[in-house]
T-cell receptor, first 116, second 112 residues
Framework: DAGITQSPRHKVTETGTPVTLRCHQT?????MYWYRQDPGHGLRLIHY???????DKGEVSDGYSVSRSKTEDFLLTLESATSSQTSVYFC???????????????FGPGTRLTVL | GNSVTQMEGPVTLSEEAFLTINCTYT??????LFWYVQYPGEGLQLLLK?????DKGSNKGFEATYRKETTSFHLEKGSVQVSDSAVYFC???????????FGSGTQLTVLP
């Protein structure tokens, strides 16, 4: 599992409250990603990081922010949660292989978030 | 932009049947292609990958060949087992950020 943990694993919150999800890795991977998984959509990229303090937006970044102050931690924040953000959130990591574009991503166990 | 289209599920097969899950893609440049598998309640695991045209990825009896001429990466297995029951995702990776674009997933159920 590439030493990836996510916390919390389950969370129920109310509309309008802030929520922070944490991804922690122990193997010093350079790249980290946040995806959401929804029925019929597969996984969609929210944000990613290519180094400490280096982040960029993915396909579905509206309403989300991220921070990476240490190599091992990548935080996803919902500033004001909405019901449309009810989903399963997965963190992934990758090392950045020598061959361009061929690196494998390893996924965490996921966080199930329900926004009421 | 990039996109991945997978055959819709769910797919139900009897044990020892032949499996094909179709996957086609649209991408700029030269993407790498992946199949990931998700067992109930778990994260995604890499099943196999191919990095260039005509490469064949294989693992645990599953195979897929990177076909640039048909922009396809179909997953096959000659004899499925009950333990293969899971959701299968086709994905492509391209660009310097190595971002993955996923298909919508195919639920496979194998009956004894």
């Amino acid at each position: 599992d590439a030493g990836i943990t996510q916390s919390p694993r389950h969370k129920v919150t109310e509309t309008g409250t802030p929520v922070t999800l944490r991804c922690h890795q122990t193997e010093n991977h350079r790249y980290m990603y946040w995806y959401r998984q929804d029925p019929g959509h597969g996984l969609r990229l929210i944000h990613y990081s290519y180094g400490v303090k280096d982040t960029d937006k993915g396909e579905v970044s509206d309403g989300y922010s991220v921070s990476r102050s240490k190599t091992e931690d990548f935080l996803l924040t919902l500033e004001s949660a909405t019901s449309s953000q009810t989903s399963v959130y997965f963190c992934a990591v990758a090392s950045g292989g020598a061959e361009f574009g061929t690196d494998t991503q390893y996924f965490g166990p996921g966080t199930r978030l329900t926004v009421l | 932009g990039n996109s991945v289209t997978q055959m819709e599920g769910p797919v139900t097969l009897s044990e020892e049947a032949f499996l094909t899950i179709n996957c086609t893609y649209t991408a700029t440049g030269y993407p790498s292609l992946f199949w990931y598998v998700q067992y109930p309640g778990e994260g995604l695991q890499l099943l196999l990958k191919a990095t260039k045209a005509d490469d064949k990825g294989s693992n645990k009896g599953f195979e897929a060949t990177y076909r640039k001429e048909t922009t396809s990466f179909h997953l096959e297995k000659g004899s499925v087992q009950v333990s293969d029951s899971a959701v299968y995702f086709c994905a492509l990776s391209s660009g310097s950020a190595r971002q993955l674009t996923f298909g919508s997933g195919t639920q496979l159920t194998v009956l004894p």
